[in-house]
């Protein structure tokens, strides 16, 4: 079971601002939709949901629908129970995909003003496009990886291999203090300039190995705004140090776990370079999007 990724849950402040200017929703009877799956009527899901509920699958000729009944959106200004909440939603998600398969998931607080027998009419009315999702995603999962430069190259050695940068070097060391001011600011520039080059160049190279052996491979940005994902990411990799290069998000189906896993070791063979792969998770990032503003639907979304 994870709890590591939940990429499309945005910034905990956006979350709080997001509620504070909504219009709450007058909820009767309402479901609380968390993932579609491929079911059997009868099936079940042992576990419970967000804020303790027990969930159920409410099943229209084999899709399933993952729920909790609700009355109410979930809105809070207490950003812990906020975080406790995506949590046990992205479990709940985990859990569907362990026992039935790959999952579509919703996004966090989406709801459906009705009974069951709302949902099922709902996963008949969208049954074309259920059915494109789960069979296009079947079997795929996401993974991400990370590669982190444990001891980034210095500014000697960068020095030593450009000959622009080990130019304007001497030339500072030979002007008056004006020029050296902004000799120094253009050093700086192509300082950052080879740094960056040389991400882009490992990030490109590893995309290229890995699009032989999954479908989807997008690069992420080294230092996203914090969420709810990356600050437990961040527990996990507790006390480690260096420089990350990259950060890879793909889709591979999961017969070829394998085959990804040993062009990292490749990458993770050469010194100074340490590979982090996580997954297999729910396909957070390529799975289409289900709820949000789908009037249609009668679904609330807050996120």
Known sequence: MSSDQLDDIEDLDDIEDAVDQADVPEIDEGRYLYCIVRADAGDTLET????????????????????????????????????RWLVRHQVVVDEAGEAFGTPIPFQFDTILQSDDDGVREWLRSESDMLERALSGLADHWEYRVEVVETDPISDDALIERDERLSELDDRIGDSEEGTAFLLE???????????????????????????????????????????????????????????????????????????????????????????????????????????????????????
Do not use: N
């Open 185 to 303: 600011k253009k050093f700086e520039q192509r300082l950052t300039e080879l740094r960056a080059a040389r991400r882009e160049s490992i990030t490109a190279d590893l995309q290229d190995r890995l699009d032989e052996h999954a479908r989807e491979v997008h690069s992420l940005e080294r230092s996203p705004s914090a969420s709810l994902s990356d600050e437990m990411a961040d527990e996990a990799d507790a006390g480690s140090d260096g420089e990350t290069l990259s950060r890879l998000t793909l889709l591979a189906h999961e017969d070829d776990e394998g085959a990804i896993g040993s062009v990292l070791d490749d990458v993770a063979a050469h010194d100074g370079l340490e590979v982090r792969f996580t997954g297999p998770w729910p396909p957070y990032t390529f799975a289409p999007e289900l709820g949000g503003d789908d009037e249609s639907a009668g679904a609330q979304a807050q996120s």
């Open 48 to 83: 419970t949901g967000v804020d303790g509920e027990p969930v159920s699958v409410v099943v229209e000729d084999g899709i399933g629908a993952v729920v909790h009944e609700c009355d109410g959106i979930y809105d809070s200004a207490d950003l812990t129970e906020i975080r």
